[in-house]
């Protein structure tokens, strides 16, 4: 089965401080793409980051840094000195073949919203 | 580059009346769009994929003669929310596929029925 779950509902945290947001998955698919998308209050998603299975190498881009780990099937999205325009719900998202025509399975998404 | 545009962005009807939303892939051509719909607080539900030049196809439990779906060029899919209902209001976003299988949301559209 293709599956993403995103355990935390909702995290609050104080200007400045660092938050990891956690994202597992599950997949049959040898070959798949894991993606984190942030979604503002206004609506729109933004892309934030895209993974493909055979690239384990952790990323940074400027205050955020992504770890995957096949090993443990996770790939968990740290926003660094984080900051109040940071709020917003975070989704990660799967696709490969079995979701068919590279689907998205997206997790239910973790509210962040960070104090001033 | 690979921006998604919907139109509209907000939209208020009465009961009973259709509504068609618009999506456009502004500088990229997309074979694919995919059709959302978002409750408050909710994640993202797929309700259907749209490929140019071929009918829809629509996920389980999504009624496709509720929602219509066309998608007649490249750069141009629309979704007809046919006799809407109240509880057809709701966020909807599109999006549209890549060259390398990423997504591109569109802003969304909110539909209030009364």
């Known amino acids: 089965a293709q599956k993403v779950t995103q355990a935390q509902t909702e995290i609050s945290v104080v200007e400045k401080e660092d938050v990891t947001l956690d994202c597992v998955y599950e997949t049959r698919d040898t070959t798949y793409y894991l993606f984190w998308y942030k979604q503002p209050p206004s609506g729109e998603l933004v892309f934030l980051i895209r993974r493909n299975s055979f690239d384990e190498q952790n990323e940074i881009s400027g205050r955020y840094s992504w770890n995957f780990q096949k090993s443990t099937s996770s790939f968990n999205f740290t926003i660094t000195a984080s900051q109040v325009v940071d709020s917003a719900v975070y989704f990660c998202a799967l696709s490969g073949r079995r979701t068919g025509t590279y689907k998205y399975i997206f997790g239910t998404g973790t509210r962040l919203k960070v104090l001033a | 580059g690979a921006v998604v545009s919907q139109h509209p962005s907000r939209v208020i009807c009465k009961s009973g009346t259709s509504v068609k939303i618009e999506c456009r892939s502004l500088d990229f051509q997309a074979t694919t769009m995919f059709w959302y719909r978002q409750f408050p607080k909710k994640s993202l539900m797929l309700m259907a994929t749209s490929n140019e030049g071929s009918k829809a196809t629509y996920e389980q439990g999504v009624e496709k003669d509720k929602f219509l779906i066309n998608h007649a060029s490249l750069t141009l899919s629309t979704l007809t929310v046919t006799s809407a209902h109240p509880e057809d209001s709701s966020f909807y976003i599109c999006?549209?596929?890549?060259?390398?299988?990423?997504?591109?949301f569109g802003p969304g559209t909110r539909l209030t029925v009364l």
């Open positions: 999006s549209a596929n890549g060259i390398y299988n990423e997504q591109f």
